[in-house]
């Protein structure tokens, strides 16, 4: 991140003369905590400050949401939920600017369940350009607007929220950001990279532990031949998805914000579960979207992704507490079970809308 800012403040583009491996409205926010300082510590705390900040968001839009719905303590839920998972991703959650997008992608949410298409679409557009997954959320917000009869201030809200990236252009050759992520091979904490080491721990698969330019993967002929499958799988799952909750949105009508993140929550967690890159802070992206799912029908959701958030310390930075080695027997079997969990959720959630649901109305 400091690289990033130090390079752009001396007059190094990114994309162009220097590896950025983010959206081009990412850069403000690695920008902005040179403001502390120009210090490699002052530039940290000041990092830090600004994930505070999108936290207290999250969790104030959260309280807000609770108590619109609820009068009552059950309105608290969101937030409880939300607040005790966090602290388990302490060691890089002031860190990481995931809480950003998170927060961006909750307040599109809430603005597209208060009606207000036009700031919905461009709060999508922006999150779109901090990072890159809540395009996820493009097809079925598209559809349900467009049954409000607000299809075109949604999307006009997001032509105005993606116009400046389409204008950079010109300028930047943003998207190498998206070859650089396509090109990584099994990150570590991947679906397909902890059955792999598990086989590995077992003696009946030869890959490796290896770092490679920012993160560790397995690598070995068995990752080679399963990299491939793995991407197939990846598309074909969030593919599949967003064909699942658009034509449930289409048949949907007076949603709630509840329901409203049941659908999301099926193509993000395919995109979570069966990406060949697995990194711990996804986590917070699914965070937001599953307190709301404690509104209205079945919570066991989100104390799903409560329960991987929990485990996911023991992962990284690893319970014995050298990760750069590798995981061992527990740990692993700790990892995959997690992952299973994330799927065994995507599962649920897909068979939720394809079968329209056992999404509950609100209750009045």
């Known amino acids: 991140c400091r690289g990033m800012a130090d390079n752009l403040l001396a007059g190094k583009l990114p994309y162009r003369e220097h590896v950025f491996e983010y959206p081009p409205y990412a850069i403000p926010l690695f920008l902005l905590p040179r403001?502390?300082?120009?210090?490699?510590?002052?530039?940290?705390?000041?990092?830090?400050?600004?994930?505070?900040?999108?936290?207290?968001?999250?969790?104030?839009?959260?309280?807000?949401?609770?108590?619109?719905?609820?009068?009552?303590?059950?309105?608290?839920?969101?937030?409880?939920?939300?607040?005790?998972?966090?602290?388990?991703?302490?060691?890089?959650?002031?860190?990481?600017?995931?809480?950003?997008?998170?927060?961006?992608?909750?307040?599109?949410?809430?603005?597209?369940?208060?009606?207000?298409?036009?700031?919905?679409?461009?709060?999508?557009?922006?999150?779109?350009?901090?990072?890159?997954?809540?395009?996820?959320?493009?097809?079925?917000?598209?559809?349900?607007?467009?049954?409000?009869?607000?299809?075109?201030?949604?999307?006009?809200?997001?032509?105005?929220?993606?116009?400046?990236?389409?204008?950079?252009?010109?300028?930047?050759?943003?998207?190498?950001?998206?070859a650089f992520q396509a090109a990584r091979g099994l990150q570590v904490e991947s679906l397909y990279a902890s059955a792999l080491w598990l086989g590995h721990l077992f003696g009946i698969a030869d890959v490796h532990w290896t770092y490679t330019n920012k993160w560790y993967e397995v690598q070995g002929a068995p990752a080679t031949a399963v990299l491939p499958w793995a991407r197939g799988l990846f598309i074909a799952g969030v593919g599949g998805s967003t064909l699942i909750v658009m034509r449930t949105a289409a048949k949907l009508q007076n949603v709630s914000l509840a329901q409203i993140a049941r659908l999301l929550l099926v193509p993000l967690l395919a995109f979570v579960a069966f990406n060949q890159v697995l990194s711990p802070q996804y986590m917070i992206w699914l965070l937001p979207l599953a307190a709301l799912t404690v509104l209205e029908g079945n919570a066991w959701p989100e104390w799903a992704v409560t329960l991987a958030t929990i485990l996911t310390p023991i992962v990284y930075p690893s319970w014995h507490g050298d990760y750069r080695r590798g995981l061992d027997l527990f740990e692993t079997v700790v990892l995959l079970s997690r992952n299973l969990l994330l799927a065994t959720m995507w599962i649920s959630f897909a068979i939720e809308a394809s079968l329209k649901l056992k999404l509950i109305a609100p209750k009045q």
Not at 43 to 63: I, N, P, Q, R, S
Not at 65 to 88: D, H, K
Not at 92 to 115: C, E, H, M, N, T
Not at 161 to 172: D, K, M, N, R, V
Request: charged residues 15%.
């Open 35 to 178: 403001l502390f300082g120009g210090g490699e510590d002052n530039y940290l705390d000041g990092f830090k400050t600004l994930a505070f900040v999108a936290d207290g968001l999250v969790k104030l839009l959260l309280l807000v949401i609770g108590f619109r719905r609820f009068q009552t303590a059950r309105g608290l839920l969101p937030l409880l939920i939300y607040s005790v998972a966090v602290p388990f991703l302490h060691f890089f959650y002031l860190q990481r600017y995931d809480v950003w997008p998170a927060f961006i992608s909750l307040l599109a949410v809430w603005l597209f369940g208060s009606k207000h298409y036009l700031a919905s679409g461009l709060a999508v557009a922006i999150g779109i350009g901090v990072k890159l997954y809540p395009v996820l959320f493009v097809p079925p917000l598209f559809i349900l607007a467009l049954r409000e009869g607000k299809g075109r201030r949604f999307c006009a809200g997001l032509a105005f929220g993606l116009l400046p990236i389409a204008l950079l252009s010109f300028y930047l050759p943003w998207w190498r950001f998206a």
